[in-house]
């Protein structure tokens, strides 16, 4: 059932990052299919693994154990959680950053351009703004900001003018009457990669995606023990820069402070120097997981 929902990215490599000890703690942030989650549970004995996924489909693909905790909540509230359950400290924190499999092909969800359906794109389908409801009240301005920032969209401001145009005449609910109102942007013989660019800056802002990810890093270092492992999977430049910026000098600047003899003050060291990607197995199984980079960390002693 789960490769059927979802097929795990970069999943040996994620799981190995974390060097799992068979009687630690361990969260998964973002569950989805279970694939992760159910290998890191492979690998532990009197050890636990804590789950996090605010889409309730995801409960269909549940590990049944008594060391396994399923958490129906955004992470970012997992510092409040891991509290809940009296945990402290964890000796990992994985995170894949991808939408599932299963929701770009469910048509309803609305994150994919193939298929006609609410404009809806929320992965907690009880939070209250939709993609519709951006694309209809947001001002011109502000949706220009996102097309450029979350889209990298050349042509950001002409595509925010054309909704604000369309809008007017008629509000835009579904995925057909979106494409429609956006027809005369997309460029010529490259509207797949165009449209996935713009429902990809859209999703981000219907989820509030980089703030979730900003207060998700902030709490992953009080979180690790020290020697733990933060392994993250990226799926876009402003994702992979925050990740990266964040290993390098524990905030998302990027700059590194030292101390008086010169060494770097940050709470973490990269593990792999370089991004480690999908290899082309994996992609010819997996052609989602083309634009996957992984990011291993480790909390400095």
Avoid: W
């Amino acid at each position: 059932m789960e490769r059927a929902y979802h097929i795990p990215v970069l999943l040996n490599e994620s799981v190995n990052g974390l060097e799992i000890r068979e009687n630690g703690d361990y969260v998964d942030v973002t569950f989805g299919g279970g694939g992760h989650s159910r290998e890191i549970f492979s690998r532990l004995k009197s050890g636990r693994l804590f789950a996090f996924d605010q889409d309730e489909d995801a409960a269909a693909n549940l590990i049944h154990d008594d060391r396994f905790f399923f958490i129906r909540h955004n992470f970012k509230y997992i510092r409040n959680f891991l509290k809940y359950y009296q945990v402290e400290k964890v000796d990992g924190i994985l995170a894949d950053l991808g939408v599932s499999s299963h929701d770009f092909d469910v048509a309803e969800r609305g994150f994919s351009f193939r298929f006609d359906g609410d404009l809806d794109m929320r992965m907690n389908r009880d939070s209250s703004q939709t993609a519709a409801e951006i694309v209809n009240t947001y001002p011109e301005i502000q949706l220009r900001t996102i097309f450029r920032e979350y889209g990298e969209i050349d042509n950001a401001g002409r595509l925010a003018r054309q909704l604000a145009e369309a809008r007017n005449n008629k509000p835009i609910k579904t995925i057909e009457q979106f494409r429609e109102a956006i027809a005369p942007c997309v460029p010529r013989l490259q509207e797949s990669k165009y449209l996935a660019k713009v429902f990809q800056a859209l999703r981000i802002e219907t989820n509030k995606e980089m703030d979730v990810l900003r207060e998700f890093l902030e709490q992953s270092i009080e979180l690790l023990k020290p020697g733990g492992r933060l392994v993250v999977i990226t799926y876009h430049s402003l994702e992979d820069r925050m990740v990266k910026n964040f290993i390098r000098s524990g905030d998302m600047s990027g700059k590194q402070e030292q101390d008086f003899f010169g060494n770097v003050d940050s709470p973490l060291v990269a593990i792999n120097r370089k991004v480690i990607v999908p290899g082309e197995e994996e992609l010819d199984r997996n052609p989602r997981a083309r634009s996957a980079k992984l990011r291993i960390a480790e909390k400095k002693a």
